[in-house]
Nanobody, 125 residues
């Protein structure tokens, strides 16, 4: 069982930056690929970014490439999402998720085994 707790959300102006954190419980954090997803009001959940267990591979949604960076610190059982040049349409609840199965498709939320409760990001125009 893995518990995930996100933090770092808040209110930011258009063009601003935020860093989200996701702290995980358990001793085998490095065995999990981690992902960030978001869900805007009235919209479907969408993939944002993912990172392999050892941090050697990263994946991004096209909409966030070159603006967002996912990273992890396995010694601290934490994954991060550094977001910059934020846009109002990126207002959403951001969730982190853990995948123990090593799925070949890190963009599919159905492949993740554990989810955090989410942290709200509001980008004002």
């Amino acid at each position: 069982q893995v518990q995930l707790v996100e933090s770092g959300g808040g209110l930011v102006q258009t063009g601003g930056s935020l860093r989200l954190s996701c702290a995980a419980s358990g001793r085998t954090f490095s065995h999990y690929a981690m992902g960030w997803f978001r869900q805007a009001p009235g919209k479907e959940r969408e993939f944002v970014a993912a990172i392999s267990g050892n941090g050697g591979s990263t994946f991004y949604a096209n909409s966030v490439k070159d603006r967002f960076t996912i990273s992890r610190d396995n010694a601290k059982n934490t994954v991060y999402l550094q977001m910059s040049s934020l846009k109002p349409e990126e207002t959403a609840i951001y969730y982190c998720a853990a995948d123990h199965g090593g799925s070949v498709d890190p963009t599919d939320g159905d492949n993740y085994d554990y989810w955090g409760q989410g942290t709200r990001v509001t980008v004002s125009s």
